[in-house]
Each structure stands twice: as structure tokens, then as C-alpha cells.
């Protein structure tokens, strides 16, 4: 069984921060990519940003230059730096991993709970 856990969500006012937090546990052999994915009311889901365990990146074109995603390859964690925040950056966060269980297993995807964002003054 293999678990996404995210924390740090909440409620800020517009040009504040948040940090947000995503552990994977359980059963893991490795993790490719590992990110963020956000939906708003009415929206479909978007991809905010990901990282390669190799280190590269990709970000939403709306998020570039205010949000930072960095991870642990060792403790299996994803972190989401949202500075700036925008009212239109309101939505449903979710962590979002491709997990080899075992060595010699095909990667699958998984979700986490979702944390809410809410940017409002």
C-alpha cells in the first residue's frame, strides 16, 4: 500500500505565502516524478509543477517565478514554495507521484487527499 500525505494548506491574503508538503510512504522501490496538481471550482485539474527525481523541472506557465517545488528523494517528499499568491491561485492542491512498488514493476500513479489554498482579502 503506498500512501500521499499533504499538509500546509489554509487561507492567506493576496502576495502572502504558503508552503506546501507531500509524503509518500509505504511500499516504494523509487519515485520518478513527483509534483503538484491543483483544480478550482468548475476547472478542470492542472498540472502547478513537477520534479523529476533526476532534478528537472516543469512548471505551470502562470506559476513560474512565484512557486518553487524542491523535493528529498531520501524521505520521499515534495515540497511546493507558493510565494505572491494570487486569488486565482485558489483551488484544491494535490500531491500527484509515479511509484515503482518493486524493482520490477511498472511505475503507477498516485493521489493525495487534496489540501485546500484559499487566496482571499
Known amino acids: 500500500q503506498v500512501q500521499l500525505v499533504e499538509s500546509g494548506g489554509g487561507l492567506v491574503h493576496p502576495g502572502g505565502s504558503l508552503r506546501l508538503s507531500c509524503e509518500a510512504s509505504?511500499?516504494?522501490?523509487?519515485?520518478?516524478?513527483m509534483g503538484w496538481y491543483r483544480q478550482a471550482p468548475g476547472k478542470q485539474r492542472e498540472l502547478v509543477a513537477t520534479?523529476?527525481?533526476?532534478?528537472?523541472?516543469d512548471y505551470a506557465d502562470s506559476v513560474k517565478g512565484r512557486f518553487t517545488i524542491s523535493r528529498n528523494n531520501a524521505k520521499n517528499t515534495v515540497t511546493l514554495q507558493m510565494n505572491s499568491l494570487e486569488p486565482e491561485d485558489t483551488a484544491v492542491y494535490y500531491c500527484?507521484?509515479?511509484?515503482?512498488?518493486?524493482?520490477?514493476?511498472?511505475?503507477?500513479?498516485?493521489w493525495g487527499q487534496g489540501t485546500q489554498v484559499t487566496v482571499s482579502s
Open positions: 500527484n507521484a509515479d511509484i515503482k512498488r518493486l524493482s520490477y514493476t511498472r511505475s503507477q500513479n498516485y
Open positions: 509505504g511500499s516504494i522501490f523509487s519515485i520518478n516524478a
Open positions: 520534479r523529476l527525481s533526476g532534478g528537472s523541472t
